[in-house]
């Protein structure tokens, strides 16, 4: 199997996976409502592995930390004026937490929930980091026009989410971000690392697939960021992850997130990082693995009674967007089908489908043209919309893991949300586990129907609504509004092996023809306007800022040992 075809099949998660340290980031005492299926947390504890003890902590200090701007942590004038366009001022304690360690060159083990703001915690220092095309330093810069920096993670959603939002704080910079994942054609992203990219965000089986026809060099890459270290743990990414690390700077600025700590990726932090520092962000009284903001809801429902009961919560006061998880993509395609005979706006996201339809779902789910996204697990880390409403597990996770980021999709960046999961009779010694991995109160799910009384109160459903949606509130545009891109997309049928002669953007054999004069003509355009933006004004001294502990650090490109 290629490292192509790992990428690709490994994007869902395995049903199979488990975690035994997961339990020890989840003790604690909780209250439960006995007559309905709610569950409220009070304060249960969540105490770190003792191989991770952490350095810094928000507990006592939020309010001072959430008064700060980025432009008083020095964040310089540029990212804070692109910030501030998109409504962007002030930082999420994960953010204001990591920044001043960053900023000063110093490893980082960042510990958060999903849903706080990770992103521009590694995302701003590491831009502060990149030089692009036309800034004073470049031109002398050894590393113009090859990557400066790499973020890694675990699958194509995620991979282009961070992206964009990289793209958004250096929105009044030069710096080039291009995207590498699998799915897509290999020539538009080979092309992009042709032209010059400072930044690359990629998952591990496109990397090195590209690391490997030799058209990615990561010798100059001074900055490394893994972000959601765990998934890549779980989906099997770990000798990946070191390859792709042993061909950067043994002198690195590297960070890592992760929403838990097992011992593995304690194990990775170690052996590839200086002296990390440890943050961790989370909700005063609040130290479980869920978030404290979600309301959660647990029901024992009949297999053939779900989709009645799914099409009475969809239409539960103050319900936005929502995402509805299945185990299996047949589950989530039938799903999504029945919900739109009943007058519903939904698109399915699954593993079945090409990469241009599962952006298409994605983008009509941003842009508000269906509100219902039935998705398997392939969603999970990979979706960052902040108002979504509710998540319904219309199948019981497999362990308290996926349960965790599967109601994670709600509740972020501060807002509150509804988890509702439905275990089948079947599921009920599963959730047993989860429930008692999670300090969760109710072993024992209340039995539920479509005419439930406790259902109607418990999420706030009209009482006299009924399997179908009126057509009066039939007003979104559908999926089918959302144009489908063609992306070139590697199919499963008569790909071509990375590397081999002959193939499609390759390396070798007539692929470089012509290859030099096209490169001559891309670099007189290149210069062409870097000259012309010179006459029109002048540069801005720029200087990288390469410490250690607040120290230069001088390095030369080599490989890990």
């Known amino acids: 199997m290629t490292n192509e075809q790992h990428g690709a099949d490994a994007v869902e998660p395995s049903n199979n996976s488990t975690d035994e340290n997961a339990t020890a980031n989840a003790a604690g005492t909780s209250t439960s409502t006995a007559a309905s299926g709610i569950l409220e947390t009070a304060g249960a504890h969540a105490p770190v592995l003792d191989e991770a003890t952490p350095d810094i902590t928000d507990e006592g200090n939020r309010t001072d930390l959430t008064r700060k701007t980025f432009a008083d942590f020095g964040v310089e004038p540029e990212i804070c004026d692109a910030l501030s366009a998109k409504g962007i001022t002030h930082p999420f ?25 990770k992103t521009l915690g590694f995302g701003i220092p590491l831009l502060m980091d990149t030089l692009g095309p036309g800034e004073e330093g470049w031109d002398e810069d050894p590393a113009s026009g090859s990557p400066q920096a790499l973020v890694i993670l675990p699958t194509r959603e995620l991979a282009k989410q961070v992206a964009e939002e990289l793209s958004t704080a250096a929105a009044r910079r030069t710096v080039r971000i291009v995207q590498v994942y699998g799915g897509r054609a290999y020539e538009p992203q080979i092309e992009d690392l042709e032209r010059g990219a400072e930044v690359v965000v ?4 496109r990397l ?21 270290a765990d998934e890549m743990l779980d989906l099997g990414f770990l000798p990946d992850v070191e390859k792709i690390l042993a061909r950067t700077r043994t002198d690195r600025h590297t960070m890592l997130f992760s929403a838990t700590m097992p011992g593995a990726v304690v194990a990775l932090a170690r052996r590839y990082m200086t002296r990390p520092t440890h943050i961790r962000a989370q909700d005063p009284g609040d130290e479980g693995m869920t978030v404290q903001t979600v309301q959660q809801v647990v029901y024992r429902t009949h297999s053939m009674n779900k989709v009645e009961v799914v099409s009475r919560i969809l239409q539960a006061e103050g319900r936005g967007r929502t995402i509805i998880f299945a185990r299996t993509k047949r589950t989530a395609a039938r799903v999504a089908d029945d919900l739109r005979t009943r007058g519903f706006a939904p698109a399915a996201l699954h593993g079945d489908l090409g990469q241009g339809a599962r952006e298409q779902a994605l983008r009509a789910f941003r842009n508000g043209k269906v509100d219902v996204l039935v998705a398997t697990d392939v969603a999970a880390r990979g979706i960052d919309v902040d108002d979504v409403t509710h998540v319904i597990n219309y199948q019981c996770p497999e362990d308290e893991k996926i349960y965790v980021h599967r109601i994670g999709r709600t509740g972020r960046a501060g807002n509150s949300g509804t988890a509702v999961t439905f275990v089948d009779w079947d599921d009920v010694p599963r959730w047993r586990i989860i429930a008692k991995a999670l300090g969760l109160p109710i072993e024992e799910p209340v039995e539920t129907y479509h005419t439930s009384k406790h259902l109607f109160s418990d999420l706030s459903i009209p009482e006299k609504v009924t399997g179908r949606l009126p057509r009066h509130k039939r007003t979104l ?69 390469r410490t250690r502990g607040g120290r230069p650090v001088d390095g030369s490109a080599g490989e890990q040992a």
């Open 93 to 117: 304690p994960i953010q204001a937490l990591t920044l001043p360690v960053a900023l000063e060159g110093q490893d980082i083990i960042g510990q958060a929930k999903t849903g706080t703001g």
């Open 477 to 545: 545009e559908g999926l089918d509004a959302e144009e489908i891109e063609d992306l070139g997309e590697t199919g499963r049928h008569g790909r071509k092996q990375p590397g081999r002669r002959g193939g499609r953007g390759g390396r070798d054999g007539n692929s470089q023809r012509g290859r030099g004069s096209r490169d001559t003509k891309r670099g007189e355009r290149s210069r062409s306007r870097r000259s012309a933006d010179d006459e029109a004004k002048p540069r801005r001294k720029r200087t990288r800022k």
């Open 208 to 228: 090195i697939d590209l690391m490997d026809r030799g058209v990615l060099d990561l010798a100059h890459v001074t900055t490394v960021v893994l972000d959601e």
């Open 202 to 205: 990629g998952t591990p089986g």
